[in-house]
């Protein structure tokens, strides 16, 4: 525990150093005001747009509350897995280029602690920006297009936030293969695409698909019922992150090993 504490707090000074506390945090902040206020204003947008005919009566259907934060949860889907990825793509490739690894490991250093504390600060990282563009969006949501239910608000976070660890474990595996950054990002987006594009496309087969979770938060907002498929994708999910965190575990173990030896 106390290694585990010494790397958690080192990439959490790193985080800062990089300023990741604040500009991370501020994009998903911006990405769930936006949600809601371009909503509510579309409108008046539309009338402003200068390309309407004449005497044009613009009458858009009013969406509900919970329709508009399942929208801002889309957009956290798209740029907000983009800015992830793009933000936490080096933590581990980085510091093997660099040569940090090898000087942490010439010393009797708990693999388990080194992995399982980057793991921990990006859970951290993640949970506090979805948290401040969550917040924004159900607040900017309530004040212009109604209230919303606190139980269903929680319930759909918390699903959607089970997405985001899944997503930040499969970034930390593959950054523990690969050794350059640009790499890890671009094979992170392609797996994530492809595994949400063939869950939509193959819904009937892959019902239990860790993206799913995505889709389940967006149902309980609005409305529809799908809590009889809610408990296979949970345990799949669970178990898909434990799978990820143990497998780059033994890949950094057995990549340094390796260095050690040659």
Known sequence: ???????????????????????????????????PVTTYY???ILKHAG????????????????????????QFGTIGVLVLVLSMM?????????????????????????MTAKWASMLTLTVAAFACGYAGACYYTIQLIGSLDVGTVIQAGLMYMLWFV??????????????????VAFTTMAFIMLLSFGTSLLSRYLSWSPSRLSTIASEILTKVET????????????????????????????????????
């Open 51 to 74: 390309n309407m005919p004449a005497g044009t009566i613009i009458t858009m259907p009013t969406p509900t509350s919970g329709e508009v934060l399942a929208q801002t949860l889309n």
């Open 42 to 44: 579309m409108p008046e």
């Open 227 to 262: 809590l009889s498929s809610v408990g296979p994708v949970l345990w799949i999910s669970l178990c898909s992150v434990l799978i990820c965190v143990m497998l780059a575990v033994y890949r950094m173990q057995s990549q340094e090993s390796i260095s050690a030896k040659a």
């Open 90 to 114: 080096g933590i581990v490739s980085g510091e093997r280029q660099s040569g940090v690894t090898s000087l942490i490991f010439t010393k009797p250093v708990s693999f388990i602690a080194y």
């Open 1 to 35: 525990m106390r290694q585990f504490g010494l790397f958690y707090r080192k990439e959490m000074l790193e985080m800062a150093r990089s300023y990741k506390w604040i500009w991370v945090p501020m994009v998903f902040l911006l990405l769930g005001v936006m949600q």
């Open 166 to 183: 899944f997503v930040i474990s499969v970034l930390l595996l593959i950054s523990a293969w690969l050794p350059n950054s640009a790499g």
